[in-house]
């Protein structure tokens, strides 16, 4: 029996023997009946993107056809394209939303498709929920109320955007012409990951000025054999030719481009919680305005913040909940420690290709070595690590319900001071430090976050997490 199609944190997600193309058809006729239901969108124009996935072209064309058949105009792009450049289209052109077939970090043998609301921010659940209610076989209008397919570049418009937001932030007027955002001397190492990065995001950094190398920069819909997943177990070839060719920065994008991890002269692998405070040190030299951070991110951001006289609010994992906050409460800029970012003045979607250039941009100034290490030595070392423990997807709220029961009241030694419920539980140790546990939205787990102020510290207190939720399980 096929799983039933169901949008989780990001979309909905399956191995290619349950998605297919009669099932991501189902996908667009309910698309299709929410615009018109809820939104009261009869026609207009949907956008349609896809990831380098081998199946990823057929499934979009697929979508294509029947939101035309729904009378929906239909824009898709000449290639496979990052997800936010779908995203600043949809909100830039005035779409009615769009679609996104991609599996993002997933392993090849996955895809999956995400609706993308008509401001570019991510789906809430009250829009996905709505989506689901109205899954459906096909249903075309007689064919001359069909819409139109056009293919068109989504490249270039985005492009001029991003140089022009960056070159702001770097103080230049955001041409491209006489006075262009200049990054002539920094030397960077891009890794594509074989994703839909490819010629977008080392294509800006090399008009930029950059000096580009560039890393599994072919469309390979095997993505070599691993995950497109910009992990440090990943990125061990990127970490070795920024040392080796002596570059400045290293910069890598999962498969779809969402997100980003930065690797460094000496420190290698930089901690997405590092990079994060960092980045929000850098936008507050010339700005203002506080930082979104999800539960599972670092205090460190709360530490940049408190110094530059700014605030930072909390959210439940997922960048949905970060857009929303950013809407809310004019963020200068939103993330998680997963490497998804944005900054006020673009769509709220993770983008990995603007940050990208932002993060070079920073790097052009001072490298993210010296940054980080002023911000340790400011502010205190600060580490976090995280772990899994297996978990059946209908067992997790049994699972949650019973850690409410046994919560301790101290933790490897330490006191609990408090407990936040944002997204499963938080506890906050008297020492500063602090546990997670919550579900993973996208696998059948338990996740169990921590954050120390050494290693050691930070392993004992996932070795405590892991023993609160493996007897529950």
Known sequence: METPI????DGWRATLDEFTAPRVRI???AVANYLREVEGREDGT????YDARETSRGFAEDLSRVLAAN?????IPERDTPTPLLAWTIADRELAGGLMVTASHNPSEYNGVKFIPSDGAPALPEVTD?????????DPLPEDEHGVVREEDFVAPYADHAFGLVAERAGSDGSRGEVPLDLSDLSVVYDAMHGSGRGVTDRLLAEAGAEVERLRCERDPEFGGSPPEPSEEHLGDLAAAVRERDA???IANDGDADRFAVVTPDRGFLDENLFFAALYDYLLEDDSGPAIRTVSTTFLVDRVADAHGEEVFETPVGFKWVAQAMADHDALVGGEESGGFSVRGHVREKDG???ALLAAAAAAERGFDDRVDALLSEFGEIHQGKISVDCPDEEKARVLDDLEAELPESV????????VTADGFKILLDDGSWLLVRPSGTEPKMRVYAEADSEDRVSELLDAGRDLVEPLV
């Open 353 to 355: 290709v603007l940050v």
């Open 248 to 250: 400045d920065l290293g």
């Open 27 to 29: 996908v667009g006729q």
């Open 412 to 419: 490897a030694g330490q006191d609990v001071e408090d407990v």
């Open 6 to 9: 169901s949008f989780g944190t």
């Open 46 to 49: 949907v956008a349609v993107s």
């Open 71 to 75: 009378g929906f105009d239909v824009l």
């Open 130 to 138: 709505e989506i689901e209610a109205r899954l459906a076989e096909p």
